[in-house]
């Protein structure tokens, strides 16, 4: 490493109650492509389409649509009403006709559900991509089929045309496949794909439908089964769920008629135009509800699912509703109505439609009392938020973090902040934890922020829970490198937590943990280090000597040490803290990593290479174990180890693992995460050792560029961006750039970290060398 050549390093810990721990930043990733012959047996998730009768017209003009292309990306859309059979016929099609080796289902009424269905694609694909965040695993997918050929991907109930074009656009590489959309939008598609129109059922095809389903388990009086269908329009989910309602209740259809009768026909009109399935959709939903009136606590169930996503929604959500008996059969009695679907896996399916109604209070519909839809929201909230893991920064908790995101979402994205409980909030702050922890930090700061502004609204400011939320959102600042809103936050919890909850209470002690990180952050070393030590001290009188909180000031305290240069008390601080944490939470623990590679920088800081790299080897191999190859800790223990064979010499290694980890960064925590803009800084700087300014130089420039649009002019990662670009003018040759550069990066030094601190000292000292050149 050049002498002009800063190292950055970054520490931290903040979560719900539990500060931020140290490490040393890092880059991110390429994602690798799911293999070739992933897909070579086959992959499918086609559903099945119960009870499909007739539509041979629509299956010949799909044939002939797809068999038109010539190659590329093939898009063709069917469009018709909602209800009329489109998703049934496309099921139907992709089973039995079409032939691709590969053929993947994705419901697509959103963004993000496409994004869900793209992420299921590539764990079927690559089984082992399951452990990674959802955005990685979208990538993969997208990627495949950009890039091979043999595939139908079938997007599903699609709202907005643009969402098509979008993925299209995405897969539209040297990949050959096709895309089968189903929508009820008629119009627009002119530019993006043909279309093929599908009809309400003929009159027979309806009938024949309704009679195989009603007379499934045996015979049944199907006695007025025309009259019926035509009363429902022929249209084929109302004539589904018409008949299994009919098959599992034992009503006849002349009865179910009679039913109907007492409503208006507004569903019918409303079917007849195209204009709205949900009117027909409701009236079934409260026809069955109705059926369902001894079983009360069947809709209380219902109004709460329609509050989660639609899919995937653990049944255990539900636990504490009733006794398990009463729980058991009212769900029971939802799945026999068809209107909930038991997925066979701990998890139920609700039609998004019948939680679109479910949720949308109506005064005369005794199903959705204004009342009853409110109070079911608040116990959606309320069942959610227990359901959260507390101590989401433990792997083993991640899979039930994973699961409960989606919900967390739809929860949230159906009503407004105003609508917000405690429970809303604690929901939100678990889920943007757990975000946090993984890299998402721009939806980690959204969640954090709605949830201090809920119990702002609903706890007043000065809550406990108030206090923590704003630590939290404070320690997302952090982690996004903004300061400049991090740090005031920080100091305005601690003063409050202070004043409402006492100097010794333990989140007054994270508070004063969490701003020490902080101050330590903008290069105040001044204020830092004190806050540091009084805390230590502090939580070993209030806490204990072995309480993970004191192991986390010790940890981090021995950072500041080092930060300042003070080595010989940085080093056995270090060295203590693994001891400690290594007995009290157990070697495999993440802030016993994070611990390990703490020391092994603060060994490869003393010149201790022959400690430092099998240290950090041995916690690389560890991470991966314990957290995955991708998050973000594991990322940061590689690019320390890239830089300590870079110490070493050893460039022939460095160079390629600081790539793969800038690639991995990249890929997992986006282009402008701070990390990443270290794995930038820090992959320069190895070419920079090769001696390959033309590649160190631009690369420089790009990542200073970037620190200053990110970060700030004054952040303390801008300014060692700033002295490393001058070094690299000045190996260069460059003088005319490099001295005014070096001049200018000493005197913001000096401002804004004082004279003193170590990258000051070593801005001056590169700026004497390049006058002296």
């Known amino acids: 490493m050049s002498a002009t050549q800063g190292a950055i390093a970054a520490r931290g810990d903040i979560n719900n109650s539990v500060a931020v721990y140290a490490e040393r930043a890092l880059p991110a990733e390429a994602y690798a492509p799911i293999p070739a012959d992933a897909a070579a047996q086959g992959v499918s998730n086609i559903p099945a389409a119960a009870g499909f009768v007739g539509r041979g017209t629509a299956l010949d003009a799909l044939d002939a649509a797809f068999a038109d292309g010539a190659g590329g990306v093939v898009l063709h859309a069917v469009h018709g009403l909602g209800g009329v059979g489109k998703s049934a016929l496309a099921a139907h099609w992709a089973a039995y006709r079409a032939t691709a080796r590969v053929r993947w289902w994705i419901t697509a009424d959103s963004p993000d559900a496409v994004d869900a269905g793209l992420a299921s694609l590539a764990r079927a694909l690559e089984p082992g991509l399951g452990e990674l965040p959802a955005e990685l695993q979208i990538e993969r997918a997208v990627q495949w089929l950009a890039t091979h050929v043999d595939w139908l991907v079938v997007l599903d109930n699609v709202d907005r045309i643009d969402d098509v074009g979008a993925v299209v656009d995405r897969v539209a590489g040297r990949g050959r496949g096709r895309v089968l959309v189903t929508t009820r939008r008629a119009t627009g598609w002119y530019r993006h794909a043909a279309t093929v129109r599908l009809d309400v059922f003929e009159p027979d095809e309806s009938v024949t439908l309704f009679a195989r ?23 084929a989910l109302a004539v589904e769920q018409a008949a299994a309602y009919c098959a599992e209740t034992g009503t006849s259809p002349r009865a179910y008629l009679d039913m109907l009768a007492q409503w208006p026909a507004a569903m019918f009109a409303a079917a007849a135009e195209g204009s709205d399935s949900e009117r027909t959709i409701a009236r079934i939903w409260r026809l069955t509800l109705d059926r369902l009136t001894d079983t009360p606590l069947a809709g209380d169930l219902l109004r709460i699912l329609a509050w989660y996503a639609p899919d995937g929604i653990p049944r255990d959500l539900l636990d504490g509703t009733a006794e398990p008996p009463e729980l058991t059969a009212a769900i029971g009695r939802l799945i026999a109505y068809s209107m909930v679907t038991d997925n066979h896996d701990g998890t139920l399916t609700v039609h998004r439609l019948v939680q679109a109604l479910a949720r949308t209070p109506d005064p005369d519909d005794p199903h959705r009392r204004p009342e009853d839809v409110d109070h079911a929201r608040n116990q959606a909230a309320a069942r959610l938020a227990d359901a959260f893991p507390i101590d989401v920064d433990q792997p083993a908790t991640w899979p039930r973090c994973r699961a409960l995101l989606p919900h967390t979402d739809a929860l949230t994205r159906n009503h407004t902040p105003d ?98 990180h902080a101050y330590e952050s903008a290069g105040d070393l001044v204020r830092a280090v004190p806050l540091y030590e009084r805390t230590l001290e502090d939580r070993v009188r209030v806490l204990g000597a072995d309480h993970p909180g004191t192991l986390l000031s010790r940890d981090n305290l021995a950072g500041a040490y080092e930060s300042a240069g003070d080595l010989v008390r940085a080093l056995p601080l270090y060295e203590r803290t693994l001891r400690d944490r290594v007995r009290v939470l157990g070697p495999d623990h993440p802030r016993t990593l994070a611990s390990r590679n703490n020391l092994a920088y603060a060994y490869e800081s003393a010149g201790d290479l022959v400690r430092a790299v099998p240290l950090y080897e041995r916690t690389l191999e560890d991470s991966e174990r314990v957290l995955g190859a991708d998050h973000p800790d594991t990322l940061i223990t590689r690019n320390n180890l890239a830089y300590a064979y870079e110490s070493a010499g050893d460039l022939v290694r460095a160079v390629p693992l600081y790539e793969r980890t800038l690639e991995d960064r990249v890929r997992v925590l986006g282009a402008d995460h701070p990390d990443t803009l270290v794995s930038r800084s820090n992959l320069a700087g190895a070419y920079w050792s090769a001696g ?56 913001d030094c000096e401002r804004v970290l004082s004279p003193g601190h170590p990258t000051t000292a070593l801005v001056r000292s590169n700026l004497e060398l390049a006058r002296s050149t």
């Open 419 to 516: 609508l917000d409980t405690d429970d809303t909030a604690h929901a939100l702050d678990r889920a943007a934890t757990y975000q946090q922890g993984q890299g998402a930090l721009s939806l980690a700061v959204k969640a954090f922020q709605r949830a201090l502004a809920t119990r702002e609204r609903v706890l007043g400011p000065d809550h406990p829970r108030t206090l923590v939320s704003r630590s939290n959102l404070a320690g997302a600042y952090w982690s996004a490198g903004d300061l400049v809103r991090a740090v005031p936050l920080f100091e305005r919890t601690l003063e409050d937590s202070e004043r409402v909850l006492g100097a010794d209470h333990p989140d007054t002690l994270i508070s004063g943990n969490n701003l020490a």
């Open 213 to 235: 389903l009603l007379t499934h388990h045996g015979p049944r009086d199907a006695d007025g089964a025309d009259t019926l269908c035509a009363e429902l329009g022929h249209l």
């Open 692 to 747: 390959d300014l033309v590649r160190a130089v631009p690369l420089y420039e790009r990542t200073l560029e970037d620190r200053v649009r990110v970060l700030g002019a004054d952040h303390p990662d801008t300014l060692v961006s700033r002295n490393n670009l001058a070094g690299a003018y000045w190996s260069a040759g460059d003088l005319v750039r490099a001295v005014p550069l070096y001049e200018r990066t000493l005197e």
